[in-house]
């Protein structure tokens, strides 16, 4: 059973325009976030991260929303870029225990120029 | 400052063969882990060390599976025999201390034959 789900296996945003990436879980017990992004041949790459006692943080042209109540996290990328298009991989980490990341499935990002 | 290394970046094996993936983590960084990747799904923790140690390897999937941190410093994951659902990523990632984002190599791909 996928404890942390992305449901959009692609998007496409226009160069310029916002780009929102959306993840749900389903462990009540994580409280930090990550989110990842990764290129073809890549390993994947911290972006932005967030801890369950904050519902945004923001870094630029990347914010993360969390929303605790309905278990789902946001990521925003304004505006966006060409540069931007990647696979963007959602994480959450337990309380408890090694802080092993749990991760989606991940969502293709294309921006077109 | 150097990143996590992996080697090889590429390994192809028949089924029954031996194959030792390498990691080396940045340098000062306590906690190493293994995940993979399978068919492009989610990305899946394998196990985790601080230093030596092994603290969490609830993810290795089965006996076939070794891995080894001598001296905490590089780690190695050995899989004896190997079998076609081996075949994917294998991703190494260190972090400093736990519960912090963790700085991801740029993968072995594994394919079993």
């Known amino acids: 059973d996928q404890q942390v789900k992305q449901n959009s296996p692609s998007l496409s945003v226009q160069e310029g325009r916002i780009s929102i990436l959306n993840c749900d879980y389903t462990?009540?017990?994580?409280?930090?976030f990550l989110w990842y992004k990764k290129y073809p041949a890549e390993g994947p790459t911290f972006l932005i991260s967030?801890?369950?006692?904050?519902d945004k943080n923001e870094d630029g042209r990347f914010t993360v929303f969390l929303n605790k109540s309905a278990k789902h996290l946001s990521l925003h990328i304004v505006p966006s870029q060409p540069g931007d298009s990647a696979v963007y991989f959602c994480?959450?980490?337990?309380?408890?225990?090694?802080?092993?990341?749990?991760f989606g499935t991940g969502t293709r990002l294309k921006v077109l120029a | 400052e150097a990143g996590v290394t992996q080697f090889p970046s590429h390994s192809v094996i028949e089924k029954g063969q031996t194959v030792t993936l390498r990691c080396d983590p940045i340098?000062?960084?306590?906690?190493l882990y293994w995940y993979r990747r399978v068919m492009g799904k989610e990305i899946k923790f394998l196990l985790h060390f601080v230093k030596e140690s092994k603290q969490d390897e609830s993810g290795m999937p089965n006996n076939r599976f070794l891995a080894e941190r001598t001296g905490g410093t590089y780690s190695t994951l050995k899989v004896q025999p190997a079998e076609l659902e081996d075949s994917g990523v294998y991703f190494c990632?260190?972090?400093?201390?736990?519960?912090?984002?963790?700085?991801f190599g740029q993968g072995t791909r594994l394919t079993v034959v």
């Open positions: 994480a959450a980490s337990p309380t408890s225990g090694t802080y092993k990341y749990i």
């Open positions: 462990n009540s017990m994580f409280d930090y």
């Open positions: 990632a260190s972090s400093q201390t736990m519960g912090t984002e963790a700085f």
């Open positions: 967030i801890s369950s006692i904050k």
């Open positions: 340098s000062g960084h306590d906690n």
